[in-house]
């Protein structure tokens, strides 16, 4: 993370980029429930902090862990082209990651829930098809970034579906959220020193 944007690593040292990582969450679990008919990661119940490091506290998701990356690389492949679709960042993921499926429970019915959206290190590359709204967007090298104009391309063109499958309140709390993890993220990023 130092060697592509000159700062530590920011979940345990911004509190900024923990924010956004909630909001991320809240975003992708209203749309993958608006798109694949249920919430598909595991929210954040608190932020912590201990020894002068942050860190997320995420709901207990019952379940077995994936023991090989084949048994999930559709329900991965199917998951990183509506995330890309939509403008989340993809890299947890995508099936080119190694150990994309260990970010990932399998529930005793047989249901996947995404329980690490978080990135480790920086990719110096976007996924497939999210290079032009990357360099346009001034996000390579790729830290779990939000393209919102993609995002809310994306929800403005499915408006009165989303409000048919989640509800007024619930797409009105994906807007409110959206606007959230915009200004989060800003301050996140000028935080940073960056070349």
């Known amino acids: 993370y130092f060697l592509s944007f000159q700062s530590r690593f920011p979940y345990h040292h911004r509190l900024s980029s923990l924010e956004v990582a909630i909001h991320r969450r809240q975003i992708a679990g209203l749309l993958t429930q608006f798109r694949f008919g249920r919430n598909l990661v595991a929210p954040v119940i608190t932020i912590d902090q201990s020894e002068g490091h942050y860190g997320l506290v995420t709901k207990y998701i019952n379940g077995d862990i994936i023991k090989n990356r084949s048994e999930v690389t559709d329900f991965l492949q199917e998951v990183t082209s509506f995330f890309a679709e939509i403008g989340l960042s993809v890299w947890q993921v995508s099936p080119l990651n190694p150990h994309a499926y260990t970010n990932l429970i399998r ?74 993890g915009e200004r989060q993220l800003a301050i996140w990023k000028e935080s940073e020193f960056r070349f």
Do not use: C
């Not at 047989?110 to 346009?136: C, H, M, Y």
């Not at 001034?138 to 970034?145: L, N, S």
């Not at 393209?147 to 499915?158: G, I, Q």
């Open 107 to 180: 529930s005793s019915s047989n249901e996947l829930t995404i329980i690490d959206l978080e990135s480790a290190v920086a990719t110096p590359f976007p996924a497939k098809g999210q290079f032009r709204s990357s360099w346009k967007n001034g996000t390579i090298p790729v830290f779990d970034d939000i393209d919102f104009w993609k995002l809310r391309r994306y929800v403005e063109n499915h408006h009165a579906d989303l409000e048919m499958a989640l509800g007024v309140s619930q797409t009105a709390k994906l807007l409110e959220t959206m606007e959230l």
